[in-house]
């Protein structure tokens, strides 16, 4: 009998070299130094602090019976709920037959890329994960550098030089605003500058919006206002309702683009199915017009914006850059103020930076290099939400309900947090 052999398959040359989601692989790696007795800040995976509203969790209570598969496409309830949500909020008219229902955006995002076969285009620094989707797939991925001075945003002019060099080839443009990993978002003038740009080139704007409720002014524009016919609109449950767990994202289209929302359910038919039915049935609630639900956003925004404006001066007073956030839970710190004496540390990277704070004193950052930047630059991300989001949602309702969120505020609700930053200042100053 002929002896079997072990035969060796090779991974795909597309996934090979790849490596775990950093922000998944911060998070784990967190929880391994915690584990074994080690004091560690978790500034480096971005969830969000606050509990999902109880509202959401009743309903979700009150669905845990539901069983069935329900349509591609996402429930029909569903559907229309987030048409109407964004028909408030924002003044866009669309359908439920207008929305595509996922167990999470991030899925959702790769099988766009799976049924448009076209370039991405993301501009730097980016989320971690746009880029790997795109070259396990064998995408092609230009990336548009974009500037500190002007806090690290897209302009029309960048998005132009990328499109002018060859008009016909097919494009997804990914807007990510507020901006994970920057915190930083863009204006109205802006917005409007590159819808025309895009509506000039026909590119498919994908606008991630997965914190647009999360501007700290309640004041978030979509483009999809300014560019409607080509615009999908990217959102979800993970970041404004505090349920990144439950995985639940959502894609909204224009009519025009009906026929590719219709291609990317035949690939969910053949893939995830469905989305988890008791999660869709409580998300209802999620988008239907709820006061104690708009209470719990308007409270969530007014402590992020005096949380991240605290830490930013934080930042400012030992020199360190990093644009002033407007939305989400993120800071993008510049460390090359201390660029020397991080060079008698040994570090000359972004990776080697967040390694060595990490080892010397607990803080978790993530690295710049895994959103796009150059490895040299000594940039990294900040997430500012290593603190008790239900404690903090309390003292904002109670102690400080007619009050400005101050000094005081911070401080009682993110001790942990002003910590790191002292452990930090002094890290940075050690020659």
């Given amino acids: 009998m002929a002896k079997r052999q ?25 929880r391994e130094l915690q584990e074994q007795g080690r004091q560690v800040y978790k500034l480096g995976f971005g969830q969000s602090p606050f509990p999902v509203p109880e509202p959401v969790v009743e309903s979700l209570r009150q669905h845990a019976h539901e069983k069935d598969y329900l349509p591609v496409k996402g429930l029909p309830a569903l559907r229309q709920a987030i048409a109407g949500f964004y028909e408030r909020q924002q003044g866009i008219k669309r359908t439920a037959e207008d929305v595509l229902i996922g167990p999470g955006s991030k899925e959702l995002l790769f099988i766009l890329q799976l049924a448009y076969y076209g370039d991405l285009v993301i501009p730097t620094p980016s989320w971690v994960s746009y880029s790997p989707q795109a070259i396990i797939l064998g995408r092609r991925v230009n990336w548009v550098k974009t500037h500190q ?196 540390k040994g570090i000359s990277n972004s990776g080697q930076l967040c390694e060595r704070l990490l080892e010397d004193t607990g803080i978790a950052l993530l690295p710049s290099y895994d959103f796009g930047r150059p490895s040299e630059e000594l940039t990294a991300r900040l997430s500012y939400v290593d603190f008790n989001g239900a404690m903090a949602l309390q003292l904002a309702r109670t102690t400080y309900k007619n009050k400005s969120l101050d000094e005081a505020f911070v401080k009682a609700c993110c001790p942990e947090m002003n910590a790191a930053f002292d452990q930090l200042q002094q890290w940075l100053q050690q020659k």
């Fill in 6 to 30: 072990n035969v060796r398959i090779d991974l795909n040359l597309n996934i090979r070299g790849l490596k775990k989601s950093a922000t998944l692989a911060i998070n784990e790696k967190s």
């Fill in 149 to 344: 001075e002007n806090d690290w945003r897209l302009t029309p002019e960048e998005l132009e030089s990328i499109c002018e060099a060859d008009p016909e080839r097919p494009r997804i443009v990914i807007l990510n605003y507020p901006a994970n990993p920057t915190g930083a978002t863009y204006t109205a003038d802006r917005l409007k500058k590159i819808a025309e740009v895009a509506r000039k080139y026909k590119v498919i704007l994908l606008s991630d919006e997965i914190y647009g409720e999360l501007h700290h002014s309640g004041q978030h524009v979509s483009v999809a206002r300014y560019y409607p016919e080509g615009t999908i609109i990217s959102s979800g449950l993970s970041k404004w309702c505090g349920a990144g767990g439950w995985r639940l994202g959502m894609f909204v289209f224009p009519g025009e683009l009906r026929w590719l929302l219709d291609a990317m359910a035949i690939v969910a038919s053949e893939t995830f199915t469905s989305t988890s039915a008791p999660i869709q049935y409580a998300a209802v609630e999620a988008f239907r017009p709820h006061e104690e639900i708009d209470q719990y956003l308007r409270d969530a925004q007014r402590i992020l914006r005096s949380v991240g404006r605290y830490f930013h001066g934080r930042l400012t007073q030992m020199r360190v850059f990093a644009p002033k956030p407007a939305g989400g839970f993120y800071l993008f710190p510049n460390f090359s103020f201390y660029q020397t004496n991080l060079s008698n």
